[in-house]
């Protein structure tokens, strides 16, 4: 019997309400579909922070490295300096374990009505791959002189070729096996070094996919058809920052970002991948059980694919819809249920 070794690290807000659901659905996934979960917790996040002075324990990276993935919710709290959660924890991960990729499904739910009115799950139904290592969120860059008249704050963006070969070439292989189409979401027109490099390279790599229909779109574009035709759609190539803003607008799409999903990737799994809701840890709502499940349970699916065990992650999938289907839902999604409902009743599905 498999027997996978899991870090979970709950973060900071709704993370402890949501990932816990998240794990009682993989425990009662791996004892219907046959395989074995060593679950050891770690208290890391901005909570973690205040006490201790930094977002994880010393040594954490190296002890994290002999998982074979990590679940997380979220982190961030706002008694806490808010440019140091991704520095410290998320980024950190990211980079350090090389999850370049960072896949993001944008898909209507069934039962769900989206807020773009007409559209139906025919018309949502794409992937959001965001570059997940370099661009625009490498912290490259400073502030001085913030309180003097001549202040001045600088980020430089880092593109480099081997970082847009290998996100170009993760989307085109994942386009076979979807509808065969790429969406390449740049800015090439204005950001004239950089985004153009990035489409220069990118558009190298598509000549290589024949048999993928492949089209450039500028984010402005991108943004309007997201609302006007999602079904343009299959997979959206794109940058960090580009990414994380799509993305978000994915998740209002499907009728809250509490819905969305994501993995962040090391595709060559020479380091475990991590698997985490598309939003934050929501401090608006923390301890109040209001908290949507359904992006953290959907994450923890992906993380099953990717283990894997197909099987358990399309009956987490599944009982996901049969939820939803249901009306079993949290505020955010128009329901009157309660974090704990919403996960049991997706626990009663599968
Ligand atoms: N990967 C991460 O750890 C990550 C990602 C994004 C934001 N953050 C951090 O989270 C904190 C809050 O950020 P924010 O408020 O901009 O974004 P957020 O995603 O936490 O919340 C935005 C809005 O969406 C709602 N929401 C989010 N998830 C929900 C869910 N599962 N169910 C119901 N409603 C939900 C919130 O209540 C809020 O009104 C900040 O500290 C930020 O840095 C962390």
């Known amino acids: 019997m498999k027997n996978y070794k899991i870090a979970v690290v709950n973060g900071d807000g709704i993370g402890h309400e ?141 593109f480099t070729r081997v970082g847009i070969e290998r996100i170009a070439h993760y989307s085109f292989k994942l386009a076979r096996k979807r509808r065969s189409k790429v969406t390449n979401v740049t800015k090439s027109n204005t950001m004239i070094n950089t985004l153009a490099y990035w489409d220069r390279v990118i558009g190298e790599v598509a000549a290589q996919y024949p048999d993928v229909e492949y089209r450039k779109m500028y984010i402005d574009a991108a943004t309007a058809n997201f609302v006007l035709h999602p079904e343009y759609f299959d997979v959206v190539l794109t940058t960090n920052m580009l990414g994380d803003i799509l993305s978000d607008l994915g998740g209002a799409i499907m009728g809250s970002l509490g819905f969305g999903p994501s993995g962040n990737l090391n595709p060559e799994r020479t380091f475990p991948s991590m698997f985490e809701p598309i939003h934050g840890s929501a401090p608006d709502i923390a301890g109040k059980g209001i908290a949507n499940p359904i992006g953290q349970i959907w994450s923890a699916a992906i993380m099953l694919e990717h283990l894997g065990e197909q099987a358990a992650a399309d009956a987490i999938v599944a009982a996901i819809n049969q939820t939803t289907a249901a009306g079993v839902l949290t505020t955010d999604a128009g329901g009157t249920n309660s974090t704990k409902e919403v996960a049991q009743s997706i626990l009663k599905f599968l």
Do not use: C, W
């Open 18 to 158: 949501i990932v816990p659901m998240g794990v009682e659905v993989l425990e009662a996934a791996s004892a219907k579909f046959g395989f074995k979960l060593a679950i050891t917790s770690f208290p890391f996040g901005a909570g973690y922070y205040q006490e201790h002075g930094d977002f994880m324990a010393e040594g954490a990276m190296e002890e994290l490295k002999s998982f074979d993935a990590i679940l997380f919710g979220a982190v961030g709290l706002p008694a806490v300096d808010d440019t140091l959660p991704f520095k410290l924890f998320t980024n950190k991960v990211r980079t350090a374990f090389k999850q370049y990729v960072n896949y993001r499904p944008v898909k209507l739910l069934d039962g769900i009505q989206s807020p773009l009115g007409t559209k139906t799950q025919a018309d949502i139904d794409f992937v959001v791959i965001r570059e997940n290592n370099e661009g625009e969120f490498v912290q490259n860059g400073r502030v001085m002189y913030g309180d003097e008249p001549h202040g001045f704050a600088t980020d430089t963006s880092l």
